[in-house]
């Protein structure tokens, strides 16, 4: 009953340090989706993939990379991380698109501290 | 721009009162509207979601209506109990595919139920 898995659960970098978040999901989901939480800001939308092989950008996508090999997997990546995206980053998957009555399912998070 | 705010920011009750959390939107052109719960160091769990079409939805002890002229929605909890203390947040979908797919989160509303 794993749903949506991210790791790590939590990371301290140092500025400049690069790093990969990993989300998976055993749903067979064709859309995924980076998020980070801010305080007080709700959740933004980093990247967003709707299927295999694809990758689009959302509404926060710079400084960040993201790459989809394989559908159940969606990686997140910092290059040269900054004290800005400190933060807390949520993965999210749905069966159909975001337009859709289906809901997204999340991971419980991933806390990172850049110093 | 759509901002969604979401007043207040906490809100503390005895147990066994009805809950009444406010949501509002500057752009009424959405698509849906969802309610979701976030418990403390875990990810987003969906309770309810809207069509723009729709006024409300309901689903047990939980109600959420939809006034989409006066960009607000509310989301009500009948006789509250101590395991609904958690933060509550809202999120809209603007109809606008140009503009790429985008939910739009509130901040929300950390709720404790006190026994």
């Known amino acids: 009953n794993a749903g949506v898995t991210q790791t790590p659960k939590f990371r301290v970098l140092k500025t400049g340090q690069s790093m990969t978040l990993l989300c998976a999901q055993d749903m067979n989901h064709e859309y995924m989706y980076w998020y980070r939480q801010d305080p007080g800001m709700g959740l933004r939308l980093i990247h967003y993939s709707v299927g295999e092989g694809t990758t689009a950008k959302g509404e926060v996508p710079d400084g960040y990379n993201v790459s989809r090999l394989k559908k159940q997997n969606f990686l997140l990546g910092l290059e040269s991380a900054a004290p800005s995206q400190t933060s807390v980053y949520f993965c999210a998957s749905s069966i159909h698109g975001i337009y859709s009555n289906q809901p997204q399912h999340f991971g419980d998070g991933t806390r990172l501290s850049i110093l | 721009k759509q901002e969604v705010t979401q007043i207040p920011a906490a809100l503390s009750v005895p147990e066994g009162e009805n809950l009444v959390l406010n949501c509002s939107f500057t752009?009424?052109?959405?698509?849906?509207l969802q309610w979701f719960r976030q418990d403390p160091g875990k990810g987003l769990t969906s309770l309810l979601l809207i069509q723009s079409s729709q006024r409300e939805q309901t689903s047990g002890r939980l109600n959420a209506s939809l006034d989409k002229s006066s960009g607000r929605s509310t989301l009500y909890i009948a006789a509250s109990q101590p395991g609904d203390s958690a933060t509550y947040l809202c999120a809209v979908l603007i109809h606008n595919k140009a503009a790429g797919n985008k939910l739009t989160f509130g901040g929300g509303t950390r709720v404790l139920v006190k026994p």
């Open positions: 752009d009424s052109a959405i698509y849906n």
